[in-house]
T-cell receptor
Framework: GNSVTQMEGPVTLSEEAFLTINCTYT??????LFWYVQYPGEGLQLLLK?????DKGSNKGFEATYRKETTSFHLEKGSVQVSDSAVYFC??????????????FGQGTILTVHP | DTGVSQDPRHKITKRGQNVTFRCDPI?????LYWYRQTLGQGPEFLTY????????KSRLLSDRFSAERPKGSFSTLEIQRTEQGDSAMYLC?????????????FGNGTRLTVT
């Protein structure tokens, strides 16, 4: 079946540091890949997505590239801010059938950014 | 677009009692999903509706769980004879059927505590 593995957390950084959160996946077919973010007290929000190999998703300074050869979708940001403190979830969507849109999530990575 | 609304935000119940949660999706969204999230884990898929039809149920959804979406709009999730292991955040999400890449819009969740 489908599965998503994220790097162990939590991650603590100083403001303006470089961020990488690793994500690898196992899936049949050609899944779409997503990063969702959950800010304190809020629901999950879509951060970015990529729908095919070598696609790069980007939003709010975050980027992730769909690497089929390494089955990875690592999240990066060049300079984090305190407001980026949140829980980040990597996810994939099933490749077909009646399960269109159903997401399989990783366990989440807590990011804390200090001033 | 008022977002996905879930009610109640918190529910504390005694073991053995029945509970019901409600989800109001974004009005034009025809897909609705229920997920469960426990502390330190990513959301786990429970069930999925397209309009009023329940198309998929996870093996996580025991016989004590039932979900409905009677008119293809709001949905309810009922847990009968609650157990302490049911304590979790129950998330609802909706999306518009435009293919598997449609992003899911999540509500803020209902936190269930079974004592």
């Amino acid at each position: 079946g489908n599965s998503v593995t994220q790097m162990e957390g939590p991650v603590t950084l100083s403001e303006e540091a470089f961020l990488t959160i690793n994500c690898t996946y196992t899936a049949t077919g050609y899944p779409s890949l997503f990063w969702y973010v959950q800010y304190p007290g809020e629901g999950l929000q879509l951060l970015l997505k990529a729908t095919k190999a070598d696609d790069k998703g980007s939003n709010k300074g975050f980027e992730a590239t769909y690497r089929k050869e390494t089955t990875s979708f690592h999240l990066e940001k060049g300079s984090v801010q305190v407001s980026d403190s949140a829980v980040y979830f990597c996810a994939l969507s099933n490749a077909g059938g009646t399960s269109y849109g159903k997401l399989t999530f990783g366990q989440g990575t807590i990011l804390t950014v200090h001033p | 677009d008022t977002g996905v609304s879930q009610d109640p935000r918190h529910k504390i119940t005694k073991r053995g009692q029945n509970v019901t949660f409600r989800c109001d999706p974004i009005s034009e969204h025809n897909r609705l999903y229920w997920y469960r999230q426990t502390l330190g884990q990513g959301p786990e898929f429970l069930t999925y509706f397209q309009n009023e039809a329940q198309l998929e149920k996870s093996r996580l959804l025991s016989d004590r769980f039932s979900a409905e979406r009677p008119k293809g709009s709001f949905s309810t999730l009922e847990i009968q004879r609650t157990e302490q292991g049911d304590s979790a955040m129950y998330l609802c999400a909706s999306s518009l059927e435009t293919g598997r890449n449609s992003p899911l819009h999540f509500g803020n969740g209902t936190r269930l505590t079974v004592t």
